[in-house]
Nanobody
Framework: QVQLSETGGGSVQAGGSLTLSCLAT????????SSWFRQAPGKDREFVAG????????YYADSVKGRFTISRDKAKNTMYLQMNGVEPEDTAVYYC??????????????????WGQGTQVTVSS
């Protein structure tokens, strides 16, 4: 069973940068697809970015494309989300998730069976 743990959340001013990390323990993520989701108060959990652990291919929500970068370090079994040019609308709890799922399921939270506890990101204007 994979356990995920996010770090790096905090408060930042609009236009600033923040990097989130997601450490996986208990199993290698080889063969998994892994993603970042976020959930703002009163809203549904939404897909932010995803990555294929083996091939490194990346996928982004339109709202963050060009501002956020997802990456992974296989040796450290760790995934990252580099957030640049953050906006108040990026304020949310950010979760990392992973699972053995097909590409067409990447953007849908219900297809993931491993989740971190979440880390709060607050962007002030």
């Amino acid at each position: 069973q994979v356990q995920l743990s996010e770090t790096g959340g905090g408060s930042v001013q609009a236009g600033g940068s923040l990097t989130l990390s997601c450490l996986a323990t208990g199993s290698t993520l080889s063969g998994y697809r892994s993603s970042w989701f976020r959930q703002a108060p009163g809203k549904d959990r939404e897909f932010v970015a995803g990555i294929g652990w083996n091939d490194g291919r990346t996928y982004y929500a339109d709202s963050v494309k060009g501002r956020f970068t997802i990456s992974r370090d296989k040796a450290k079994n760790t995934m990252y989300l580099q957030m640049n040019g953050v906006e108040p609308e990026d304020t949310a709890v950010y979760y990392c998730a992973t699972g053995r799922l097909i590409l067409s399921s990447l953007r849908y939270a219900e297809h993931y069976n491993n989740w971190g506890q979440g880390t709060q990101v607050t962007v002030s204007s």
